[in-house]
């Protein structure tokens, strides 16, 4: 049930953008994004709750296709503090139980 | 007011012994949830609570895992009979009224087991 992240790991240089994919074989009801660096706790950035929906927050947008299951989190003009592990997360259609993705490294280089 | 704490910080234990682990929320936050997280691994799910609604235990790894929680306040995270694949950190969230609503993470319990 855990939703599958693509690309695993990414470099970019300051400035540059970057796109990471989530992806569920189950229905996606709502998708959270968060952001978790190196030896710290998880950080929420957005929550998405309607098919097609985007949003936004700072450089970091995201958007949500209900129909096809799939989240994108969008990094435009990276930034050295983007850096870090990215998390997408969606409860189970039971609502009981809540998945985060398999995960992507993320990082910026001066 | 305060975020999400969890106690101890770091836990450092005899393979066969038991461990509790605790958590406390953003106060009013109704659900609660707790995870495990490996050495360079994403965050696996344990269990959830919301409200005073009984939880889904069948996200617990193996039933030397228990948890409870006393209304919408503190929870623990018990482990009994501990094994070195229980070395993780244990993270705990807390949220407004569940999945529908951002988690806020407390900063976690390293476990060691030896």
């Known amino acids: 049930q855990q939703p599958v992240q693509s690309p695993q790991a990414v470099i970019l240089r300051e400035g540059e953008d970057a796109v990471i994919n989530c992806s569920s074989s189950?229905?996606?009801?709502?998708v959270h994004w968060y952001r978790q660096k190196h030896g710290e706790a998880p950080v929420f950035l957005m929550i998405?709750?309607?098919?097609?929906e985007q949003k936004g927050h700072d450089k970091i947008s995201a958007s949500f296709n209900e129909k096809k299951q799939q989240s994108s989190l969008y990094l435009t003009a990276s930034q050295l503090s983007y850096s870090g592990t990215y998390f997408c997360?969606?409860?189970?259609?039971?609502?009981?139980?809540?998945?985060f993705g398999t995960g992507t490294s993320l990082t910026v280089i001066p | 007011g305060a975020g999400v704490s969890q106690s101890p910080s770091n836990k450092v234990t005899e393979k066969g012994k038991d461990v509790e682990l605790r958590c406390d929320p953003i106060?009013?936050?109704?659900?609660l949830y707790w995870y495990r997280q490996r050495l360079g691994q994403g965050l696996e799910f344990l269990i959830y609570?919301?409200?005073?609604?009984?939880?889904?235990k069948s996200g617990l790894p193996s039933d030397r895992f228990s948890a409870e929680r006393t209304g919408e306040s503190v929870s623990t995270l018990t482990i009994q009979r501990t094994q070195q694949e229980d070395s993780a950190v244990y993270l705990c969230?807390?949220?407004?009224?569940?999945?529908?609503?951002?988690?806020?993470f407390g900063p976690g319990t390293r476990l060691t087991v030896t």
């Open positions: 189950k229905a996606l009801y709502s």
């Open positions: 998405l709750l309607k098919g097609g």
């Open positions: 609570f919301q409200g005073n609604s009984a939880p889904d």
């Open positions: 997360g969606t409860e189970d259609n039971t609502g009981n139980q809540f998945y």
């Open positions: 969230a807390s949220s407004l009224a569940g999945g529908l609503y951002e988690q806020y």
């Open positions: 106060s009013g936050h109704t659900a």
